[in-house]
């Protein structure tokens, strides 16, 4: 009987045991290799400092025009860099075009610094004014990002030209819902521990630039490293506590004067998303566009999205 205890209590403490000993080694050697990558594949654009207090972002530059067009990335984007490039690439002959990545996406820092819609759209005007760029922008919002562009056009109205939505938030939208994204525990301790590096089909099937089959094969390398460091960072679950209040704000200052134009996805389960982006764009003068895409509208559509986005460009240049 006493062996039978001991096997019975023995045999759960040594599986605790093996699982603890296999976690703290993938945890330390993902640390490891998290450094090694940060080595091996450097930022491919500009570093700066916009608050003086060590923590810079990146922002991504190319091409030549008196126009930049700067893409924002919704929320969650590991790699704003390669999530864009299917469209970017496509406009980049005729214009300049910049992807900022926010604290904690791409090669960015991890920052502590506020996700209120001020901080945030300030550390994106400054990263742009620090790397070399400067307005009149063009600005590509997707998903979450439409309420910092919308911010952008009504604070500053003189820097942004025309504003094109990639399946993008509007405040009215977000007064209408109680809903709010949620990051998984699990997935934390996946991503912490490096225990999702174990199965490549994780970042295969997740992030959605690779699983459209938009990235080279050294983009995907590269791009995997990335996802590896920048998912559910503490940067994107504090924009998550801020989308309400954010949402609040530029509902209070009202819509821009300036043409809101949309691409719109018609798979979006909720109705009224659609509806109250087509909406907003109507109201400040925009055109919309319902696609049969993705919310990644830009990944299913980038031919069509960049021709119709040149006549967009144009017309608010000759106005």
Partial sequence: MRIVKWILVGIPLLLVVVVAVMVGNSYVEHKELMEQEKQEYPAPGTLVDVNDDGNRLHVYAKGEGDTTLVFMSGLGTSSPVHDFKALYNRLSNDYRIAVVD?????????????RDINTVLEETRTALELSGESPPYVLFPHSMAGLEAIYWGNQYPKEVEAIIGLDPLVPDYQKQTEQEPSFSLIIDLLMSTGLVRHDPEVF???FPAMKKGHLTEE??????TIFYRRVQTENMKEEVDSL??????VSKQGKPDL??????STENEEEYWSKSIACYARETGGRYFMLDAGHYIHLDNPEMIAEISRTLIERAREN
């Avoid at 926010?102 to 506020?114: F, H, L, Q, T, V």
């Avoid at 983009?219 to 995997?224: G, L």
């Fill in 244 to 249: 309400q209040g954010n949402a609040q704000l």
């Fill in 219 to 224: 983009e995907a390398k590269i791009a995997r």
């Fill in 259 to 264: 043409p809101f134009h949309a691409f719109v």
């Fill in 204 to 206: 295969n099937n997740n």
């Fill in 102 to 114: 926010r604290a904690g996406y791409g090669w960015s820092d991890i920052s502590s610094s506020s």
